[in-house]
């Protein structure tokens, strides 16, 4: 482990620069690859290119989960050198990469226990109609009259709601004594 001489305050360090002149160099030129860990300001030879990307994401990982916000905790990156300047990839990132778009998904859950539908992962749904058909359809789940769902077990309280659902969706018998209004 090698301790590098005092270098310049944060901000714009000039590490990316595309000027070699103005290029900074925190590296060992005679090194291919190392880890440049700011905080401490020290020099970590790596054998490759993968393992210094590992080594690296490892460390600004631990540094991020480690950081309580104080303002006295000192900042540390880990950064990959090649050859003593700090390494960037060659050529432009693919479209759309390190760009997250959220959306909106549904799933369908039991209205009696809370229970989502789930095998191995939990399926989402464009839509809460998509999500409640995949549960009755692929999932043996019962819907309930006014969209409710019932998922699969067979306990007293899933029991009662499925009676309960049957007893209201049956039509009520015309009393045959009474005579129908006009």
Known sequence: MTTTPALAPAGRRGLY??????????????????????????????????????????????????????????????????????WRRTGAARAGAGIAVPSLCWTATCSVCGDLVEDEFIPHHDTPEAAADDAVGSREWDELPGGRLVCDRTDDAHHDARTQARTEDTPEQPDETQLPLL
């Not at 994401?57 to 950064?79: C, I, K, R, T, W």
């Open 17 to 86: 620069t595309a000027d070699p002149a103005e290029r900074l160099r925190p590296g060992t030129p005679d090194r291919p690859w190392e880890l440049w860990l700011t905080g401490p300001d020290t020099l970590l030879e790596m054998p490759d290119l993968a393992t210094a990307l590992m080594s690296a994401a490892e460390h600004n990982a631990a540094a991020a989960d480690l950081d309580d916000g104080s303002p006295l905790q000192p900042v540390s990156h880990a950064l990959v050198l090649h050859h003593g300047y700090a």
